[in-house]
């Protein structure tokens, strides 16, 4: 079964002469179920773009993304600002190349925001915040700012924050790009381990060939498609 479906996606950026970059160009594409796609491709090619637009974080200009999860479908473009961002709390998970912690806010209360957002009492974000930074090795450093922690372990709590409440489409944005080698095999494993446990949709967008790899299916993007 499907849980993603894409028809026809355009999407253009104008500059400030209003010169039009046109980055998605009749794009379209299909992704099943707990699969495992990554996305590779040049730099500026739009994989980032898509991705964003794939979360609701972007609008496109043109074209359908329709979204079938738990026998529900969610036609994403027919949606107001307040409907998507409830529908990107509950089912899409993100992990950035950067990790976007907040940083006045220690690791595990990142990791609870998206879990007080969608309306779970603090007792029980808080103790599923505790049981994921135990998953991902890091429930040690959970009272620490993310300033106090390596880039590894950013990754990793930002990787619990992206899992907090259950999500069934994990999008991640190059989530190894920043780290050294040792930090983005571990990232990956336990990206991989958690996909399997959770039987989540994992799309990375990524120039990693060891993540590209471990892929179940492999898209090139050019010239604003998926190949």
Known sequence: ??????????????????RETEVLND?????KQSEFLAIMGASGVGKSTLLHILGGLDSFDEGKIEFSIDNQIYEINSLNSNEIADFRNKHIGFVFQFHHLLPEFSAIENVMIPALIAGKSSSEARREAQYLLEKVGTFHRAAHKPSELSGGEQQRVAIARALINKPSIILADE??????GSNAEAVLNLLLE??????????????SAEIAKNAERLCIMREGKIF
């Open 1 to 18: 079964m499907n849980i993603i479906t894409a028809k026809n996606i355009k999407k253009s950026y104008f500059s400030k002469s209003k």
């Open 175 to 180: 989530p190894t790009g920043n780290l050294d």
């Open 27 to 31: 794009l379209s594409f299909k992704i």
């Open 194 to 207: 958690i996909r399997k446990e959770y039987k989540q949709t994992l799309i990375i967008a990524t120039h």
